[in-house]
């Protein structure tokens, strides 16, 4: 604060003292005043309230009187009513006045006129009472008297009251003046002394400013004269430019003792790190000049140890002994009597191993007397600090040095240390590294040096030998050669394999996750596709079927070019899977009647199937496999025929095998595929069979497709025991002949999968009939069967949902094992699951185990829905607890008939 403004603002101060010490004294009159107004209203009002009684006690006698002697009727209720009015009026002008005035005095006279009151109350209303009764009655004198005499004295109590009142007004009045009086005097004597407060004030502030100048002055001088390490402080508490100065020269005091110490430290640091780089750049001149371990350990505790100011050191390396590593000593510097160091230390034994485990150093500071002695030719002494660092390369800790001091170790020391060791690390694994590679050298060198020695002797036996059979030298030279191109072979053969091996399982797993990721939207196409197709509602036009048998056509074709390439890569890798059983040779038959009679009739082409007699009812194979390879050749067969005719004819008949290296001959069944199509030349025979080749393989071919079916039928016919041959010519038609070996079936009983194949293949074979009995039977056994689908997709989910609630099924839903956990607990009555297997938090093998795990729900079917379509994949769910299986694409008919044939089961 400005020196003006400070004395501006004591005189200001002085003279806002003054007037509040006046203000305060005159709020003080006023507040004497307004009690004194108060108390002078208070007393008007008691007052006005005796008087009032007076009145009021004066005005009900005339009333009373008025009253009785009147005989008209309406005068005498004005005359009631002014008799009640001035009854209330008295009332309340007494309780009032009770109130209001507690005085003892005043209480016995209020006291005594209710009572006089009350008796003049009652004679009233005794002659109302009379008046009623008779309007002609006529009072005694003594009544009279006696009512006036009561009035009378209740009008002597109200004067007395009165007179009273009056008196105690003139009586405060009296001391209000004195009070007031008292007051005025006591303004004057506190305004007195507040002006001599005020001068004092105003002296003592002039007299500090002064004082505190002087102070400011006396420690600026002082400040010139001292060093700028420690500067003298302005000690002042005041405020303004006197304060403003203090704080400014304080704080510059400081700055400039932070400067200089500033400084002073970046000196020393400096000094420091010159001396460190220093100190480690003459370490490092040593390492140049080092090729072995022990070498460099002693040169580097020699130099190390003195260049810290330390008094002796250990270095300790790891080496690798009995199957452990230990760290043992390999120099030292000036160690007393180092003897018990020669043991080694494993990793957390003792401060040696601890340092190595935690790879961190250790610092122990005031060491016992008896833990270390350091000493000369003239005396010894006990260390009094030890350090122990790491010696770290890569993560990995190569040694452990150890150093005593009789001094406390100074952090630059403790820098120099951790540098120090960083670049032995580099150096230690460099000579390791150059040492091992020695080692492996020289050892290449000795038996490179005993193979020649061992050659020698061999050729001195090839020498001896030679000389006595030439042949037998010549066969085992050639015999020589031969081994070491079978070795080369198997070689080559292992790694083949080896790689082989990798790209199987790498194709296994992408063919699991692409049979996945297609047939996980080509289920719910085909599905939604097939319920449109039957149009049950009838409300599609005869184009809009059209198209939807177009899009449910080209939806199985896709479905047949996936299983084509997934089948093709299962056969590259070994991970097809051949189910062997006892198949019907007429069902298998029947079934490719009903897939290509329609397509015989469509292209107008004769379509037959010839049977040979004496053929066997029932024969092994995998059924499934026979249908794919048959499908395969006629398909062909019908795609490169316009006109003309496909015949299949089956005959049983021998036929030579090559078993090993003899020949036999074996019973067949030969399933031939003829067609009059356009055939093919003899040079393509092997080609059609490779995969993705054709005999007419340029762009602008006539007729599609991948290229796939023939190798992989080839292929399968090979898994089954059989082979393919193909006879054609250009122009003149084709013939395939698949050969399978006849194996007649055992006489054993077929299992329940066994039955509940055959119901599945039953209803395959009457389900493309669309007959209505089939439905409604089928409807009548699915009615109002709960059945909970757990599924991911969104788009499978509503596809089955929309198939089954067809059949007037109930259907609950879960997103994932665990949810469909949770719905199958709330929903205990359920039927039958419908069970994906590729689903997140939790899959379906995990829920299926978790469902059996349950014994109220260990008999409830389960029917497992995979996208992924590979190799056990049926045996998979089965072992997780699934009562059967179904891959995707999903055909419904088969979902049905599998979904009959188990709530069958549970319900009987």
């Avoid at 393919?724 to 077929?750: C, D």
């Avoid at 694409?889 to 049905?896: A, D, K, R, S, T």
Wanted: glycine share 4%; with cysteine; charged share 25%.
């Amino acid at each position: 604060m400005k020196f003006k403004t400070k004395l501006y603002m004591s005189v200001g101060s002085l003279l806002l003292f003054i007037f509040i010490i006046a203000v305060v004294l005159l709020n003080m009159l006023e507040q004497t005043t307004v009690k004194m107004n108060e108390v002078v209203n208070d007393l008007n009002e008691r007052i006005e309230m005796a008087t009032v009684m007076k009145y009021e006690t004066t005005r009900i006698g005339f009333e009373l009187v008025f009253m009785v002697t009147n005989s008209e009727e309406m005068v005498h209720l004005k005359a009631k009513q002014d008799w009640e009015e001035s009854q209330i009026k008295l009332y309340e002008a007494m309780e009032s006045l009770e109130k209001k005035d507690t005085e003892e005095r005043a209480q016995e006279l209020l006291a005594r006129f209710k009572t006089l009151y009350q008796n003049y109350q009652d004679i009233g209303q005794q002659a109302l009472t009379a008046k009623r009764l008779n309007h002609k009655t006529e009072f005694s004198a003594s009544f009279w008297a006696d009512a006036e005499i009561t009035r009378q004295r209740m009008l002597q109590i109200a004067d007395l009251l009165s007179v009273l009142e009056e008196q105690k007004l003139k009586s405060e009045l009296f001391r209000t003046k004195e009070t007031y009086n008292l007051a005025v005097t006591m303004i004057y004597i506190y305004l007195a002394i507040a002006l001599f407060i005020g001068v004092g004030f105003t002296f003592w502030i002039i007299r500090s400013m002064t004082n505190n100048l002087n102070k400011v002055t006396t420690v600026m001088k002082q400040a010139t004269a001292s060093n700028f390490e420690e500067m003298p402080r302005i000690e002042l508490s005041a405020k303004g430019e006197l304060g403003e100065i203090t704080v400014a020269f304080n704080k510059m005091a400081e700055a400039l003792e932070k400067h200089s110490l500033r400084e002073k430290e970046l000196k020393e640091d400096a000094k420091a790190q010159s001396w460190l780089n220093e100190k480690i750049a003459e370490i490092a001149t040593i390492y140049p000049e080092v090729e072995s371990v022990p070498e460099l350990a002693d040169l580097f505790i020699t130099k190390l140890v003195p260049m810290a100011g330390a008094s002796c050191g250990i270095f300790y390396l790891k080496e690798f002994v009995n199957g452990e590593y230990y760290f043992k000593k390999l120099s030292s510097y000036a160690v007393l009597n180092d003897s018990d160091t020669d043991i080694g230390y494993r990793f957390g034994e003792s401060l040696i191993g601890q340092c190595a485990l935690e790879k961190r150093l250790i610092i122990l500071n005031d060491v016992p007397d008896h833990y270390l002695k350091i000493g000369s030719g003239m005396g010894e002494s006990p260390a009094k600090n030890i350090i122990i660092i790491p010696v770290i390369f890569e993560d990995e800790v190569l040694a452990v040095i150890e150093i005593a001091s009789f001094e406390t170790y100074h952090p630059l020391q403790i820098k120099l240390f951790e540098a120090a060791v960083n670049n032995i690390g580099i150096k230690i694994n460099s000579i390791l590294s150059h040492v091992k590679l020695e080692k492996l050298l020289l050892e290449s060198q000795t038996m490179t040096e005993e193979l020649q020695a061992q050659s020698e002797e061999l050729q001195l036996q090839q020498e001896e030998l030679r000389t006595t059979n030439e042949k037998l030298e010549e066969q085992y030279e050639a015999l020589k050669h031969k081994n070491e191109e079978i070795e080369k072979v198997r070689g080559a053969l292992e790694e083949k394999a080896q790689q082989l091996e990798v790209s199987s399982q790498y194709k296994s797993e992408f063919l699991a996750n692409m049979s996945h990721e297609l047939r996980t939207p080509l289920n719910s196409l085909l599905i939604l596709a097939k319920i449109l197709s039957d149009n049950g509602d009838g409300n599609l036009t005869p184009k809009q079927e059209e198209y939807i048998r177009t899009i449910y056509s080209s939806g199985n074709d896709l479905l047949y070019l996936i299983n084509d390439v997934l089948d093709l890569a299962k056969v590259e890798s070994g991970t097809l899977d051949i189910n062997t059983k006892e198949v019907e040779l007429y069902e298998v038959l029947e079934f490719i009647d009903r897939q290509f009679s329609p397509l015989a009739e469509q292209k107008q082409i004769e379509f037959a199937i010839e049977m040979d007699p004496g053929l066997p009812a029932n024969f092994e194979t995998d059924d499934q496999r026979l249908q794919q390879i048959l499908k395969n050749l006629l398909s062909n067969a019908f795609k490169f025929t316009e006109t003309g005719s496909v015949t299949l004819k089956v005959q049983l008949m021998m036929q030579e095998m090559q078993v090993k290296e003899n020949t036999r001959l074996q019973q067949m069944l030969a399933f031939s595929v003829i067609d009059t199509g356009i055939g093919i030349d003899e040079d393509q025979h092997e080609v059609i069979f490779n995969a993705f080749q054709q005999a007419d393989g340029t762009t602008s071919r006539e007729y599609g497709g991948t290229g796939l079916g023939l190798s992989i039928s080839r292929e399968i016919a090979h898994l089954l025991d059989g082979f393919i041959e193909v006879s054609s010519m250009k122009g003149k038609g084709s013939t395939f002949t698949l050969y399978l070996p006849y194996v007649q079936p055992g006489y054993k009983m077929r299992d329940q999968a066994a039955y509940e194949e055959a119901a599945i293949s039953l209803y395959e074979n009457h389900g493309d009939t669309n007959e209505d009995p089939i439905k409604q039977r089928t409807k009548s056994n699915l009615k109002n069967k709960k059945i909970l689908i757990v599924d991911d997709d969104i788009r499978n989910v509503y596809a089955l949902t929309v198939a089954l609630e067809m059949y007037e099924m109930e259907i609950i839903v879960a997103e994932n094992g665990r949810e469909g956990l949770m719905v199958l607990e709330d929903n205990p009555d359920t039927d039958l699951i419908l069970m994906d297997i590729m689903m997140p938090e939790m899959d379906g093998f995990e829920a299926m185990r978790q469902i059996r795990s349950l014994t109220k729900f260990k008999t409830i079917p389960i029917i497992a829905l995979t996208a992924k379509a590979m190799r056990r994949s049926r045996e998979e769910c089965l072992e997780a607890g699934a009562t059967d299986y179904i891959s995707k694409p999903i055909n419904v008919e088969q979902l049905l008939s599998l979904m009959q044939v188990w709530l069958y089961r549970k319900e009987s």
